[in-house]
């Protein structure tokens, strides 16, 4: 089934006159990992808003063209039963945590759709399980680090069990292994429970391996859909769209253009070695 659809979509913020997002065309199945990839105003946080509802719903804006969400047309669904559906971690946790306890937080959105008690618990001990913070159901999520308080904003959007998972800018105030743990958790995410995940940033250096698929964005319209070795292949438009090539990008393209037709594409350390690994073999050990 389709994660979501979207279908000629523009967006136009009330009382703006520049559209955040221009004829956008995508469609997601379940359980793909996608990167929602776009510098400064590229529309990364408006697509993110529509897919739960908060676009128009929360925030006033002409919506034209269709956003169809596991095949509800957004629009005339509630946002109450679009959070049972897509669960959505913002760029700051803190703007998210607001309860005294850790459990507090994660019970919060099942209170509010009035599920049982019982399953309540069973949820909160599960998300907080998945997300590594078991035994932390009553600490203050304000004494909690940047990296817990992420996973917490994380379990709290899990205890929804929602289908599709949408992270804006989820690394911003993380530092490189509080990155890795999120990634891993990412990856688990979908390996265990199918969850379909998209992940806007502005930067893909380290997510050229977790992603199946990057969508990048630019000025509200979408440049580029594909895989990360089709989309980040193309250093150009990337820089265009002011987004930094990752690193391994510019080697594969500086490799390429010392020995033409010697490598193939690669976007993973381990494609990489491989590469390196053929051309050394093939030009008898004296290069590169
Ligand atoms: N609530 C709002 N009201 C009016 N205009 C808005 C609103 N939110 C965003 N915009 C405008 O919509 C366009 C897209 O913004 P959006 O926040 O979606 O971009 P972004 O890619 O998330 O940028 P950033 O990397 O800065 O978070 C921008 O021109 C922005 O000024
Ligand atoms: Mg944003």
């Known amino acids: 089934m389709r994660a979501f659809e979207l279908t000629k979509t523009r967006v136009r913020y009330r009382g703006s006159d520049i559209l955040a997002l221009c004829d956008v065309s995508v469609g997601v199945d379940e359980g793909e990992i996608v990167l929602?990839?776009?510098?400064?105003?590229?529309?990364?946080?408006?697509?993110?808003?529509?897919?739960?509802?908060?676009?128009?719903?929360?925030?006033?804006?002409?919506?034209?063209?269709?956003?169809?969400?596991?095949?509800?047309?957004?629009?005339?669904?509630?946002?109450?039963?679009?959070?049972?559906?897509?669960?959505?971690?913002?760029?700051e946790p803190e703007s998210q945590l607001f309860c005294m306890s850790v459990e507090e937080e994660v019970a919060f959105g099942p209170e509010n759709i009035a599920i049982p008690r019982a399953e309540i618990i069973s949820r909160v001990e599960w998300a907080l399980g998945v997300v590594g913070l078991s035994g932390y159901n009553a600490r203050p999520p304000s004494n909690l680090s940047g990296g817990e308080k992420q996973r917490l904003a994380i379990a709290a959007a899990l205890s929804m069990r929602p289908r599709l998972l949408v992270l804006d800018e989820p690394a911003y105030a993380l530092d490189p292994a509080g990155r890795t743990d999120l990634y891993a958790l990412l990856r688990t995410l979908r390996e265990r429970y199918g969850m379909t995940i998209i992940i806007a940033e502005?930067?893909?250096?380290?997510?050229?391996?977790?992603?199946?698929?990057?969508?990048?964005?630019?000025?509200?319209?979408?440049?580029?859909?594909?895989?990360?070795?089709?989309?980040?292949?193309?250093?150009?438009?990337?820089?265009?769209?002011?987004?930094?090539?990752?690193?391994?990008?510019?080697?594969?393209?500086?490799?390429?253009?010392?020995?033409?037709?010697?490598?193939?594409?690669?976007?993973?350390?381990?494609?990489?070695?491989?590469?390196?690994?053929?051309?050394?073999?093939?030009?008898?050990?004296?290069?590169?």
């Open 36 to 91: 929602l990839l776009g510098s400064n105003n590229a529309g990364k946080s408006t697509f993110c808003r529509l897919l739960n509802g908060l676009v128009p719903h929360s925030i006033p804006a002409q919506v034209d063209g269709a956003v169809e969400v596991l095949g509800r047309d957004v629009s005339k669904t509630s946002v109450a039963r679009l959070a049972t559906l897509v669960g959505m971690v913002f760029q």
């Open 202 to 288: 502005r930067d893909a250096e380290e997510l050229t391996e977790l992603c199946d698929r990057v969508i990048l964005l630019r000025s509200g319209r979408v440049v580029a859909d594909g895989a990360p070795s089709e989309v980040l292949s193309r250093i150009d438009e990337m820089v265009v769209a002011g987004v930094s090539p990752p690193q391994i990008a510019h080697l594969s393209a500086l490799l390429a253009d010392r020995f033409p037709g010697k490598t193939r594409p690669f976007f993973t350390m381990g494609g990489a070695e491989k590469e390196i690994a053929d051309l050394v073999r093939t030009s008898g050990g004296d290069a590169p």
